[in-house]
């Protein structure tokens, strides 16, 4: 029995210590495997090889800088538009609890149907006719203009984003991407199985079936915000072999979607009168023509150039540019109006604006360094109209392409810009 007993307490004490060589051993890997890796070769961002000098980081540091305070201004604002707006609303649902408290003592609440309607779709109704959809709205000044966003089936180019770099956002966040997303997929829904009252024509495809569009055929669209009412959205949609486009508008209360118009818009006969004020700009003013030549004669064809040269300097150099394009063009719808005045730009607008007298025309009012695509000038057409409204798009200056496309040897060709 002592000799059993003598065993058993050894291979006890074997067990014993093979655990706890077995716990350290454990331990060990744990703590190599958690030890911070240290690497003495890490670098600096920016191209692998690639020698960067001070100044190139110092521009960097700037442009970040920028950045964030104009996205700190951005989001100063918007807490002092939010604390103005929960100010008002704490205000409505006092007003609203006291009248709850009346109604309770028994001097007869009735309730305010403006306030609380009781039927959901009435309430979504009269917050579409209160914003700025169908109808315009009275502002102090251009500052009280909420801007548009635009955006594609790939980007969203919004102003908030700042143009130090790039206007885009991409990618797109998830929560704006499903947003966008279900708006095109409802705008579609709408073009493809459209109501008695909207302003769009069964068409059939070329072998008789019936039209259908698809995300494909999306082109471009714009969204802003109302913060008391809800969110706007315009989108517009094309077939490649057709020549009409599909306009499509979109509300979002606070709630569903809801259609508010859907119309087919041909934009066959829009002729767009190209109003250019210069003086002496004799080079860019050429650079400006080969830009025309390419885009508004080869490609749209549905356009009239009035060109406001301000002086005598270099006047003979832009009529001989202008008679070059007429040579080789055969483009004979120009207009040179000649003013022996000093430069001013808003004379040179307003004069080249009296100068057509053909009937009702929309005119893009631009600079001899504006550069623009046939899409662009199609772009006019869908979202300016007569006598209600007009397309002020905000510009991509390429003003310095050291800080633009510094990761790049040379600025790619324009179109790619």
């Known amino acids: 029995m002592p000799r059993r007993g003598l065993i058993l307490q050894t ?8 655990l706890a060589l077995l716990c350290s051993l454990i331990l060990f ?14 670098s600096l961002p920016g191209i692998v090889g690639e020698n960067y000098g001070k100044e190139y980081y110092q521009a960097l540091l700037q442009e970040q800088e920028e950045h964030y305070q104009t996205r700190a201004t951005s989001l100063k604002r918007q807490i002092a538009q ?27 609440y009735q309730g305010n149907k403006e306030q609380a309607p009781s039927d959901l779709l009435e309430f979504l109704h009269s917050q579409i006719d209160k914003a700025e959809v169908s109808i315009g709205a009275k502002l102090p000044s251009e500052y009280g203009v909420i ?7 790939m980007k969203v180019f919004q102003l908030e984003m700042g143009l130090t770099r790039h206007p ?13 997303v279900e708006v095109i997929e409802a705008g579609l829904e709408v073009i493809n199985n459209p109501d008695e009252d909207d302003e769009q024509e069964d068409e059939d495809g070329p072998l008789g079936e019936k039209l259908v569009f698809n995300e494909n055929d ?40 809801m259609k508010v118009k859907s119309e087919m818009i041909d934009i066959t006969r829009s002729i767009i009168n190209i109003i250019v004020p210069l003086a002496e700009r004799t080079e860019a003013f050429a650079q400006f023509m080969q830009n025309f030549r ?44 000649s003013l022996n005045e000093e430069f001013n730009r808003g004379r040179g607008l307003n004069v080249g604006a009296r100068a057509w007298d053909k009937g009702e025309v929309l ?21 300016a109209e007569p006598g209600k409204k007009v397309f002020y798009p905000v510009v991509f200056s390429l003003y310095n392409p050291a800080i633009v496309y510094a990761n790049l040897d040379v600025p790619p060709p324009v179109e790619q810009q």
Request: hydrophobic content about 35%; glycine content about 6%.
């Open 29 to 42: 890997l744990y703590l190599l495997e958690c030890a911070p890796q240290t690497d003495g070769n890490a």
């Open 147 to 153: 801007p548009f966003e635009s955006f594609t089936l």
């Open 82 to 108: 939010l604390k103005q707006e929960l100010q008002e609303m704490s205000e409505k649902m006092r007003s609203l609890q006291e009248r709850k408290n009346v109604g309770a003592n028994g001097i007869g």
């Open 218 to 257: 999306f082109i471009e669209g714009y969204y802003r915000t109302e913060r008391d009412k809800g969110t706007l959205y315009e989108l517009f949609f094309k077939k490649a072999d057709l020549m009409e486009y599909r306009h499509v508008t979109l509300f979002r209360p606070f709630g569903p979607l």
């Open 11 to 18: 291979r006890t004490h074997w067990l014993l210590l093979g």
């Open 168 to 180: 885009e956002e991409k990618p797109v966040r998830k929560d704006k991407r499903d947003e966008l």
């Open 363 to 383: 005119m893009f009012f631009c600079d001899v360094d504006i550069y623009f695509s046939a899409e662009f000038l199609n772009s006019c057409r869908l979202n």
């Open 294 to 337: 390419d885009v508004c004669i080869h490609q749209d064809k549905r356009i009239h150039l009035t060109v406001v040269y301000f002086g005598k300097e270099g006047l003979s150099k832009v009529k001989s540019i202008l008679e070059s394009v007429t040579s080789e063009s055969n483009f004979h719808n120009y207009t040179l109006v």
